[in-house]
Nanobody
Framework: QLQLAESGGGLVQPGGSLRLSCAAE????????IAWFRQAPGKEREGVSF????????YYSSSVKGRFTIGRDDAKTSVYLFMNSLRPDDTGVYYC????????????????????WGQGTQVTVSV
């Protein structure tokens, strides 16, 4: 059972930046497709950034494209999410999710595609 843990959330002013990290202790994540989802109060969970296994294709939702960057660390033990130019509507609980797959390159967009989830980390963008 893969146990994911997110870190790096917090309170930031509009226009600021945060770096989130997702890791599973002692486990390499390069055999997994990884995604970052977020959920604001009263709203459904939405996918914002995605990275495939192996060749590291990436995909971003239109709401974050150009502001967020997803990637893997060199040791392939964590996946980060750099968030720049943050806005109040970026506020929410951010979850990382993983899907073990045998092939490479494919992006999985939906909540139901993912088998493993972290507990989430709160991001609040406010003055």
């Amino acid at each position: 059972q893969l146990q994911l843990a997110e870190s790096g959330g917090g309170l930031v002013q509009p226009g600021g930046s945060l770096r989130l990290s997702c890791a599973a202790e002692g486990v390499r994540l390069d055999y997994y497709a990884i995604a970052w989802f977020r959920q604001a109060p009263g709203k459904e969970r939405e996918g914002v950034s995605f990275i495939s296994r192996d060749i590291d294709n990436t995909y971003y939702s239109s709401s974050v494209k150009g502001r967020f960057t997803i990637g893997r660390d060199d040791a392939k033990t964590s996946v980060y999410l750099f968030m720049n130019s943050l806005r109040p509507d970026d506020t929410g609980v951010y979850y990382c999710a993983a899907k073990f797959i045998s092939g490479s390159g494919k992006i999985y967009h939906n909540v139901e595609d993912y088998d493993y989830w972290g507990q989430g980390t709160q991001v609040t963008v406010s003055v």
